[in-house]
């Protein structure tokens, strides 16, 4: 009776690990969570979006009161009038146009990307995407923690969980890991259940904390006394709410997911990928829509948790502190209402995690693979999100678990992004020569680079953990990139015609390709290597040779396509041309294409450079050059095990 032989342990759990992955990074394959993406032109409501964005931008109404009021004292309602107005006269004006810029849901770092090149350009992205994990892991720990806050606060369950708000922020990061191992699809009807929920509970909590601010008089008589005797006059107070709305920064959260959810859009029937009009349209009202929502409750939430609560309350320790709204939920409505209010606050905290660990797959997986610079398994969801759950780990406990410690990281992520963006816009205005939203633009660049500058001045560690974020993903994409020096990544090889005539003509007899630097491209040069190349390898007269010569374009990019193109120089010599960012990379593809449509084992001739091999290699590895011959021999090898069907690499 036959068996059937069951695989290793080992090779199973490899294989769940890695699947999908060779779907992913390819042109038009999918490099996110989900299992496919949406067909062209499909998609949900502009306003279901919005939920989905919402559980990200919403949920910090769970914490960003309680913030503002530590941040900013008596200040807080006048400063959040400030952030208000940045919000609507700036963050929104400059995603909505990186919405027109940008509609498949690249973001701001896209357009930046197109405006630089070279290594340049990498470092810059590079250092954007630190600044983007900082941003979207800070979100998962500062959710989770103030999650955990809100457990731990609860009236009813204070007794049972104090003094374990550690562990049950890591178990909800851990769970949150847990989702994304088995599978995670975005449920926009989720998010739209949940956001539905948590902003008519916020309705209600804010309704009442006003009618108790209205009833009471002497509420807003205190207020107003304590606010002078602190500050003055108006315009003193005009004056330092301008100064501290830095600290509330964390209500800007939300636009860059907003831009990045723009593919689950549904457009118009005419809408084309090149052209997506309607997606353009409803992105933008999704994100005015937005804004507005979360502008008033800013301000509504603001004013009455600063008159109601006490100061006290919102300093570390105080009932108030990260749960400001749940603090007169219970307050005034009572321990049900409260619980109800907290269950909810909860689920929507961790939707958000969810929604940044979905923002962390989505966007890594786009820039890293295509520079080379992650290793392979880098274009798995799994593997990733084993490294991004420790990190979160991590995190968490560098913080304590605490709101208040990670809300200057959060805020310096949330800045620098809005910051990139509102220059790059600017940028574009100026490309169209657009000269009013060009100033406009510049502006705003100028409004939130002082945010951002305060904001690190102000509080520091928000840029040392962004730095080492930079410097964690600068580091591994160089080692990644040098582990992957001498990989072939041409991703397909092309003929033009005259080529294609050269490859048959050459396939009777044997395949010789000398490898040449172009020069002047004389009768001189061609005739000189021809002979030098015979007297190095020793060889008759009557062998005939092509000439192959590669351009080096753009050495910082990794994969890319090759098209050969053939020319008859002075009557005689057959040379192909390609430009590559490698050469060696190159000269290796078009050996083994010419192996394959022609079932003959090409030979290539090489001089030896001349130089230090250390230097030589540097070359290779940063501008696509140095050391030409051994380094193609090695990638040769690499992709091709078999020695006897290998091309030949001749050196003299």
């Known amino acids: 009776m036959a068996t059937t032989e069951r695989p290793p342990s080992t090779g199973r759990l490899r294989a769940w690990m890695l699947e999908g992955l060779s779907d992913m990074g390819k042109s038009g394959g999918h490099t996110g969570p989900h299992a496919q993406p949406e067909p062209p032109h499909k998609g949900q409501r502009w306003w279901r979006v919005m939920c989905l964005t919402g559980v990200d931008y919403f949920s910090t109404l769970g914490y960003q009161p309680g913030i503002a009021a530590l941040a900013a004292g008596l200040i807080s ?46 470092l810059f992205v590079l250092t954007l995407l630190g600044f983007a994990a900082t941003d979207f892991l800070i979100t998962i720990t500062l959710s989770a923690a103030d999650a955990s806050t809100h457990l731990v606060e609860n009236p009813h369950l204070t007794n049972a969980l104090q003094g374990r708000q550690m562990l049950i922020t890591l178990l909800l990061v851990a769970l949150l890991g847990a989702v994304f191992l088995k599978g995670f699809l975005e449920a926009i009807g989720v998010a739209v259940a949940l956001v539905g929920v948590y902003l008519a509970l916020n309705l209600v909590v804010v309704i009442v904390g006003l009618w108790h601010v ?18 003055g006059n108006v315009f003193v107070m005009i004056g330092v709410a301008l100064i501290v709305f830095p ?21 118009d029937p ?27 409750f800013l301000i509504t939430s603001s004013f009455v948790t600063t008159l109601l609560i ?38 929507i905290l961790w939707f958000a995690g969810a929604s940044a660990m979905a923002g962390l797959l989505n966007l890594m997986p786009r820039y890293l693979p ?41 805020a310096t992520g949330v800045l620098v992004l809005i910051s990139s963006a509102a220059i790059a816009v600017t940028i574009a205005a100026r490309k169209a020569r657009q000269r009013r939203w060009t100033i406009g633009f510049a502006v705003i660049s100028v409004v939130f680079l002082y945010t951002t500058v305060v904001n690190v001045i102000e509080r520091p560690d928000g840029v040392k953990i962004g730095a080492c974020f930079i410097v964690g993903i600068i580091l591994v994409s160089l080692l990644s990139r040098l582990a992957r020096a001498f990989e072939l990544r041409v991703t397909s090889v092309t003929l033009d015609p005259l080529a294609e005539r050269f490859i048959r003509d050459m396939a009777s007899r044997k395949i010789r390709f000398i490898a040449n630097e172009p020069g002047h491209r004389d009768k001189a040069e061609y005739r000189d290597k021809i002979e030098q190349i015979r007297a190095d390898n020793d060889m008759p007269e009557q062998e005939d040779f092509v000439f192959v010569e590669v351009t080096v374009t753009d050495p910082s990019e990794f994969e890319a396509s ?91």
């Not at 005419?270 to 929502?293: F, Q, S, W, Y």
């Open 310 to 347: 006490p100061e006290k309350e919102f300093k570390p320790g105080g009932q108030a502190n990260g749960r400001a709204l749940a603090y007169l939920a219970h307050q005034y409505l009572g321990g049900a209402f409260g619980t109800v209010y907290d269950v909810s606050t909860i689920a």
């Open 214 to 231: 209205l009833t009471a008089e002497h509420v807003v008589t205190d207020w107003a006394n304590a606010l002078t005797a602190q500050h």
């Open 270 to 296: 005419g809408d084309t990928e090149e052209h997506p009009t309607g997606r353009i349209r409803d992105a933008k009202k999704l994100l005015t829509t937005a804004a507005v929502i979360m502008s008033a």
């Open 247 to 267: 600290k509330l920064a964390l209500g800007l959260s939300g636009f860059e997911t907003g831009v990045a959810v723009m593919p689950h859009v549904k457009g």
């Open 562 to 652: 090759l098209t050969v193109r053939g020319e008859v120089l002075h009557g005689r010599y057959r040379v192909l041309t390609l430009e590559s960012a490698s050469i060696p990379n190159a000269l290796a593809a078009l050996l083994l294409h010419v192996r394959d449509i022609t079932g003959c084992t090409p030979h290539i001739y090489f001089e030896w450079t001349e130089g230090s091999p250390f230097a030589n290699f540097l070359r290779f590895f940063l501008f696509g050059q140095g050391e030409v011959a051994p380094v193609t021999r090695e990638v040769l090898r690499e992709a091709e095990p078999d020695r006897a069907r290998r091309p030949r690499v001749h050196t003299g």
């Open 370 to 410: 295509r520079y080379g610079m992650a290793p392979h398994w880098a274009r798995a969801v799994r593997p990733m999100v084993i490294v991004f759950t420790l990190i979160a780990f991590l995190v968490t406990w560098i913080f304590d678990a605490n709101v208040d410690k990670q809300g200057g990281a959060y």
């Open 77 to 122: 309602p006048l400063a959040t009038i400030v952030l208000v107005l940045v919000t609507l006269a700036g963050a929104l004006p400059v995603y909505r146009r990186v919405a027109e810029e940008s509609p498949h849901g690249e973001g701001s770092i896209a357009m930046l990307e197109r405006l630089l090149s070279f290594w340049k350009g990498k």
